[in-house]
């Protein structure tokens, strides 16, 4: 590579894993209130609007060609649209610690589809990881759903087919996050990231909005509680915008494989925060899936390649 990164770029990578790691308690909250998409869709439309205002106020008008808007528009339906319906339906049905950690396979995705789509070579201690991985995935997806312990969208029990359904929309996630990775390289570098997250927001938000209207008219709108209300707050401000800055930031610096180490540190700030404010808790079966999941991660992370940390949360 080039030059050493600056201070800066690390600092902003911490910065992004414990706001994206709170994330997941917020959502909890929010969705007290919101329904999934609902709650996707105002989070980036808010968030879309600030970040233009702000652009527009510090750089004026922007030349942007029809390609590259094309280009854009696809990030911001992978990154968002897609990654939040999954993620969103997935955390109301499941917990969030557990959301956290299969969030947390992200990297395994960008090393699997960098081996096939831009032949990037992948270490025996690679597979040796994504396979110890998958392994805590399964066992943690078949526990959670044998647990029975999460719940619906509008907060009632989801039976036991909830939490199991639950964290493969989470898993399904993972994998749109891989994708975007893979295609969020070049407008990393040509673009600053206020600009790129702007961008993201307002497309996520307008892919969104069909979405959100079929699940009003299929399941309706609920009154938001204060508890929903902030946690939409806290989404919009610290998660949508100034992670997602800090994140397009540090990939501006940071080879990808050391933006990917960062993930490893979500799950752990995730589970403190349901812990501490949603009262959640592992079964033990589950604390070992979990610790499986993220020592497969580590090793796959920590036999090098490129990968490379997208959204998560």
Do not use: D
């Not at 395994?108 to 995935?137: C, D, P, Y």
């Not at 969020?184 to 959100?212: C, D, E, I, K």
């Amino acid at each position: 590579m080039h030059s050493r990164p600056p201070a800066s770029a690390y600092a902003a990578a911490v910065g992004m894993t414990v706001a994206f790691g709170l994330s997941f308690v917020a959502t909890k909250y929010a969705l007290r209130g919101f329904e999934p998409l609902l709650l996707a869709l105002l989070r980036f439309a808010l968030a879309g609007g600030i970040l233009w205002v702000v652009w527009r106020l510090r750089f004026g008008r922007v030349r942007v060609s029809r390609a590259e808007l094309g280009r854009l528009a696809l990030l911001g339906f992978v990154s968002l649209t897609v990654y939040f319906s999954f993620e969103n339906l997935g955390i109301a049905r499941t917990s969030a610690s557990e959301a956290a950690i299969l969030i947390a396979t992200i990297p395994l995705f960008v090393v699997i589809l960098n081996a096939f789509t831009l032949r990037e070579r992948t270490t025996a201690r690679q597979w040796a990881g994504i396979a110890l991985s998958f392994a805590g995935i399964a066992a943690l997806v078949l526990l959670g759903g044998a647990a029975g312990g999460g719940s619906g969208a509008g907060g009632e029990s989801g039976g036991l087919a909830g939490p199991l359904v639950g964290n493969l929309l989470v898993l399904a996630a993972s994998l749109s996050a891989g994708v975007y990775s893979i295609l969020a390289r070049r407008m990393m570098v040509s673009r600053p990231a206020l600009f790129v997250t702007t961008f993201q927001n307002l497309f996520g938000a307008l892919f969104m909005l069909p979405l959100a209207v079929a699940e009003a008219l299929l399941v309706g709108v609920r009154q938001p509680t204060p508890a929903a209300a902030g946690g939409l707050l806290f989404l919009t401000m610290v998660c949508s915008i100034t992670a997602f800055l800090l994140l397009n930031y540090a990939f501006r610096f940071i080879a990808a494989s050391e933006v990917a180490v960062f993930i490893n540190l979500t799950p752990i700030v995730a589970v403190a925060g349901a812990y501490a404010l949603l009262g959640e808790r592992f079964t033990p079966g589950q604390a070992v899936a979990a610790v499986v999941v993220v020592a497969g991660v580590w090793l796959t992370n920590s036999g090098g390649g490129a990968a490379r940390n997208p959204s998560a949360g």
